[in-house]
C-alpha cells in the first residue's frame, strides 16, 4: 500500500482519520489483523533482508557506529522474531475497556473509569527497524493508529516493513492509514510529528540520549520519554563469585548495544580481592576492555584507568567502567549521582541488603541477583515494548500495552441534576 498524502501532516491527518475505526475495533478484530501482519512479515522477509542489507551498506560507509550497525541489522531470524512478537502480542488480553473503577454517587449516579485508546501514537527513533515492526503492533492492539518516524539509517528497511504491515490491514479490511510513516520527509518529518499537537496525542523517542533530549525539548506534542541506560550492578560483600561473574558478563556481553546492558560495576571492598579480579578476567575472555579506578588497577590486569567521565558514560560497546566503593551506602551514592534511572541490580546473599537496594534505588526497574538485560517487554511478558520509560508519569520501566491507553470516566444516571 502506498499513501497519497504529499505533506507530513496530510499523513497524520489520515492517521488520526483512521484512528476513529481502529478504536472501536473488537479484541478478535485486532487479534486477527496482528495476526495477518505477522505473516505478512514472514512472507516479505526477503525483500525486508534486502532492504537492510542496502541501509548496512550505506551505514558501513557514511561511518555508523558499530552499536547502531548492530541495531539495525535484520537478517532471517531477525525477521522472524519480529513475527513471533507480533503474534504475541495478538494473543495478549485486550486492554481496552478495562474497568480501573468504579462507584456510585450517593445521589445514585454511577461512575466507571476505564481503559481507552489514546488515538494517534508518534515515535522517533533511529536505526531501530525492530521498533518499527513493535510500536505498529502494540499501537494496534490497544486500538491506536500509529506515525513513525525511523531515521534515514532504516529508511529502505522501515519502507519494506511498512508496506508488508499495511498491506495486511487491507487484506483483512481494516483502514491502513493507521500505519503511517514520514521517514520519506526526512528532518522535515521529524519536526512536523513534534509539533503535530492536536493531531499525534502521544509522543515516544527511541535513540540517543541526544536525540531523547531534542525530542524532549523541541516537541508540543506530550513526551513520554524513554532514557539513556547508565545500567549499574553492585556487587555486595557477600555476593557469591559464581553470580557475581556470570551475571556481570550477562549484561555486558550478551548484546553490548542496548539500553539494558550494564555499563558500571561497583564493587565492595570487603569483596574486591576475591571478586575483582575472576570477574575481570572473565569480562575480558570476552572481549570487554575494563576502565577502572586505582583500586581495580591493583588487583587485575589490563586495565584502563578510567576517567571521570567513564561513570556517566552509556558505552554500548565492548567497555565497561569498574570502581571498588566502601560500603553499601558509597555504592548508593555513586547511582544517585551517575544513574539515568533505567535499571540498576545487586548481587548479595545479604536479605537486610537486597531490601535495602529495592528501597533506596530510584530506577525504573531495580533487581537482586539477575542480569539487567532482563529489563524489557519481551521478558516481561508483554510481547515486546514501546520503550523502557525513564520519566515518573503514568508509564515507568518497559512500556506494554497497557501504557498506551488512558483513560475515561462512564457516568450513568436517571435524571439526577446538581443542586
Known sequence: MTTTATTPRERM?????????????????????????????????????????????????????????????????????LAAAVREIAALPDPVGRVLDERTLPNGV???????????????????????VDIAALALRSGNAV??????????????LVRAMRGALADRGVDPEAIQTVDDFG???????????????????????QLIETVVTESSVPVIETGAGVVHIVLDASAPLE????????????????????????????????????????????????HGDTAVAGLADGIVAATDEDWAIEHLSL????????????????????????????????DANAE???AEVDSAVVMVNT?????????????????????????????GLSELTSTKWLARGSGQVRG
Open 187 to 209: 528532518r522535515d518529518g521529524a519536526r512536523a510529528l513534534m509539533q503535530a499537537r492536536g493531531i499525534v496525542d502521544v509522543l515516544v523517542p527511541r535513540g540517543s540520549a
Open 243 to 290: 553470580w557475581a561473574r556470570d551475571i556481570v558478563v550477562n549484561a555486558k556481553v550478551q548484546r553490548p548495544s542496548v539500553c539494558n546492558s550494564v555499563e558500571t560495576v561497583l564493587v565492595h571492598r570487603e569483596a574486591a580481592d576475591r571478586l575483582v579480579a575472576p570477574v575481570v578476567a572473565a569480562l575480558q575472555e570476552r572481549g570487554v576492555t575494563v
Open 147 to 160: 506515525v513513525l518516524r525511523g531515521g534515514s539509517a532504516a529508511e529502505h528497511t522501515n519502507a519494506a
Open 13 to 81: 491527518l489520515l492517521a488520526k482519520d483512521a484512528a476513529h475505526s481502529i478504536g472501536l475495533l473488537g479484541d478478535a478484530q485486532k487479534r486477527d489483523a496482528l495476526l495477518a501482519i505477522a505473516d505478512a512479515l514472514e512472507v516479505a522477509a526477503p525483500e525486508v533482508v534486502a532492504a537492510n542489507a542496502d541501509d548496512l551498506a550505506r551505514g558501513a560507509a557514511t561511518g555508523l557506529s558499530a552499536s547502531l550497525q548492530d541495531r539495525l541489522r535484520l537478517d532471517g531470524p531477525r525477521v522472524a522474531a
Open 356 to 358: 535495602r537496594f529495592l
Open 110 to 132: 454511577s461512575l466507571t473509569k476505564v481503559a481507552v485508546p489514546f488515538g494517534v501514537v508518534g515515535s522517533i527513533y533511529e536505526a531501530r527497524p525492530n521498533v518499527t
Open 371 to 399: 542480569s539487567t538485560r532482563f529489563t524489557d517487554g519481551g521478558e516481561f511478558g508483554f510481547g515486546a515494548e514501546v520503550g523502557i520509560s525513564t520519566q515518573k508519569l503514568h508509564a515507568r520501566g518497559p512500556m
Open 319 to 350: 567497555d565497561l567502567s569498574m570502581r571498588v566503593v566502601d560500603d553499601l551506602d558509597d555504592a548508593l551514592a555513586h547511582i544517585r549521582r551517575y544513574s539515568t534511572h533505567h535499571t540498576e541490580s545487586i548481587i548479595t546473599e545479604d
